[in-house]
């Protein structure tokens, strides 16, 4: 499957455990992008990665949250002390460069409880 | 900053036609389009590089002024599958390189 890769689909945690979303992007893809939709409402940007870099996280909130996007392996998203408001649907996008058309993967499902 | 959309929503009848516009406050380079299913990802439609360039995809089509700073979004002859939720997404000289996209206008294709 050449397309934008996120696992789990769904995940389900209890409020203060870990949440840790993957993203493998498109081949030939280094450019990351991560945002989060709640129900019925627009994409909101979190943070935008290049390999081994963090070019801007201006939309990630300040705390429990933290993103990477290694020299090898997926990129990884990850809430730490998880509450009930961070349940959202989290998608991640891949391009081959700034101007380039966003490949978004199929989400994750983060649920709280 | 944001682009702007509107409508917020529109609902049509299967044959109507519908426009959804994005404008922004700042000089564009370009004007990605993106369309979302109920529960799906969004899927790229297409992207305008030039002020004044129209592009088409099936019975979509858009235009970009780069004067205005606007673009439009035109579905003709609308379908029951073209319901979903369309975003505009703006890409602009300096600051971070990145697209940023606008909050979505929710389309509805009703029989």
């Known amino acids: 499957n050449a397309g934008v890769m996120q696992n789990p689909r769904h995940l389900v945690r209890r409020r203060g455990q870990e949440a840790r979303l993957r993203c493998s992007p498109m081949?030939?893809?280094?450019?990351v992008y991560w945002y989060r939709q709640l129900p019925e409402e627009g994409l909101k940007f979190m943070v935008y990665?290049?390999?081994?870099?963090?070019?801007?996280e201006s939309g990630m909130p300040k705390e429990r949250f933290s993103a990477e996007f290694p020299k090898e392996g997926p990129s990884i998203l990850r809430i730490q002390q998880v509450v009930r408001g961070d349940s959202a649907a989290y998608f991640c996008?891949?391009?081959?460069?700034?101007?380039?058309?966003?490949?978004f993967g199929d989400g994750t499902r983060l649920s709280i409880l | 900053q944001q682009p702007v959309q509107s409508p917020q929503a529109v609902i049509l009848r299967e044959g109507e036609d519908a426009v959804i516009n994005c404008s922004s406050s700042?000089?564009?380079?370009?004007v990605h389009w993106y369309r979302q299913k109920h529960g799906e990802a969004p899927v790229f439609l297409m992207i305008?590089?030039?002020?004044?360039e129209q592009k088409g995809h099936e019975k979509i089509s858009a235009s970009f002024n780069e004067k205005k700073q606007q673009s439009s979004l035109y579905l003709t002859a609308s379908q029951l599958s073209y319901s979903g939720t369309y975003f505009c997404?703006?890409?602009?000289?300096?600051?971070?390189?990145?697209?940023?996209f606008g909050i979505g206008t929710k389309l509805q294709v009703i029989p």
């Open positions: 081949k030939g893809h280094s450019h």
């Open positions: 305008l590089l030039k002020g004044g």
């Open positions: 700042k000089a564009l380079y370009s």
């Open positions: 990665l290049q390999k081994e870099n963090i070019i801007d």
């Open positions: 996008a891949s391009d081959a460069g700034s101007n380039q058309p966003q490949h």
């Open positions: 997404g703006t890409y602009s000289p300096g600051g971070y390189q990145k697209v940023t």
